[in-house]
């Protein structure tokens, strides 16, 4: 079976970057191709990557709280792109503030992003659910 191809990085004018390489590891450990675009990643250096590997998902990590600005306007983009079925993932610290999960994750969802993690998730969790909607091992 081939290798599912994934897009990670860090989004925006943040530059946390020791998540980033955990996740890297994480993610190419349990299988997959991994392409790190590192941090301060804009969207459309996302899409570009994901368009030249061919990638199956993109997984945008903010830690700033500025996620819910620097994801605005992902999914409309992926989509003019051609890429109207790649698989999105957002998580970390996506907004300013404590605000409850489940509305920050209901306002990703309405942005496209089909997962949304919040601060401190497990990478095996994220790890789990990209196999579950990549159709790995089936």
Do not use: W
């Amino acid at each position: 079976m081939d290798k599912k191809i994934i897009v990670i990085g860090v989004i925006g004018a943040d530059v946390h970057a020791i998540g980033n390489k955990i996740l890297y590891h994480c993610f190419t450990n349990a299988g997959f191709e991994v392409i790190n675009l590192g941090v301060m990643v804009s969207q459309e250096e996302y899409v570009e990557a994901a368009i030249e590997a061919n990638a199956d998902a993109i997984l945008v990590s903010s830690l700033y709280g500025h996620g819910e600005i620097d994801c605005r306007g992902l999914r409309e983009l992926c989509t003019e792109a051609g890429l109207r079925d790649i698989l999105l993932y957002v998580g970390g610290n996506i907004v300013v503030g404590k605000q409850p999960f489940e509305d920050v994750e209901k306002r990703f969802k309405l942005m496209g992003f089909d997962r949304v993690f919040p601060p401190g998730t497990d990478p095996d969790i994220t790890i789990k659910f990209l196999k579950e909607d990549l159709k790995m091992g089936e």
